[in-house]
């Protein structure tokens, strides 16, 4: 009997950690999870779209699905980062001065932000154009470095990263789906349909 026990585990075993997590109590104060968990879990309840990648042909090969799935050319990508568009060189992006006829905006952003799930971004990705004036589709290239716990760290980051010119049009993009009745909490954002190419760096 007791080889059973060692080769398949106790059955009391298993069900006391469960019972443990049942009985915690409503007000106890949450368990903290590490940013990356944090920052998946809010992402998708915001609608955002993630794909994880190992290496940078991963991400391309992601690119070329994600272009296939929706139907998309690559003609039809704005990207206004010049190292950006180095990174994807297979697909021959064309260098573009601004999103006007493009219905996908690929990007990179500052920092990933786990408390809210958002997508911390600068006029070092987007220039001086507003949110609703880029296109609704939108394909961030991020790496796990820029994960952070919330936009008060991602702020001193922009500041100490940029010390003689720091960037102007700083937002969060939290909403990757378009409702259809908007809340007073969403009024005035702009909802996006975002994919998120995340690329395993540390």
Known sequence: MSLF?????????KETPEKGAEERGKFMPE?????????????????????????????HDCF????????WNTDQVCCLDVNLGSKFKPF?????SNCRGANLFLSTCENLVADNGSILISSNQIGESKLNDLPDNFIVFAT??????NIGEGL??????NKNQIPT?????????????????????????????????L
Do not use: M
């Not at 026990?5 to 075993?13: A, D």
């Not at 021959?92 to 573009?96: A, D, V």
């Open 5 to 13: 026990k060692k080769l398949f585990g106790s059955k009391q075993r």
């Open 31 to 59: 368990l903290k999870l590490p940013t990356d968990e944090k920052f998946t879990i809010n992402f998708k309840k915001n609608g955002g779209k993630f794909l994880y990648c190992d290496s940078l042909e991963e991400v």
């Open 64 to 71: 070329r699905n994600i272009l296939a799935e929706n139907q």
């Open 92 to 96: 021959h992006l064309e260098k573009r």
């Open 144 to 149: 796990t470095s820029q994960l952070i716990d």
């Open 156 to 161: 001193r980051g922009i500041k100490s990263k």
């Open 169 to 201: 049009n700083i937002t969060t993009i939290k909403h990757f789906n378009h409702k259809e009745e908007k809340d007073f909490l969403t009024y005035g954002s702009s909802a996006k349909n975002l994919y998120l190419l995340l690329l395993e760096d």
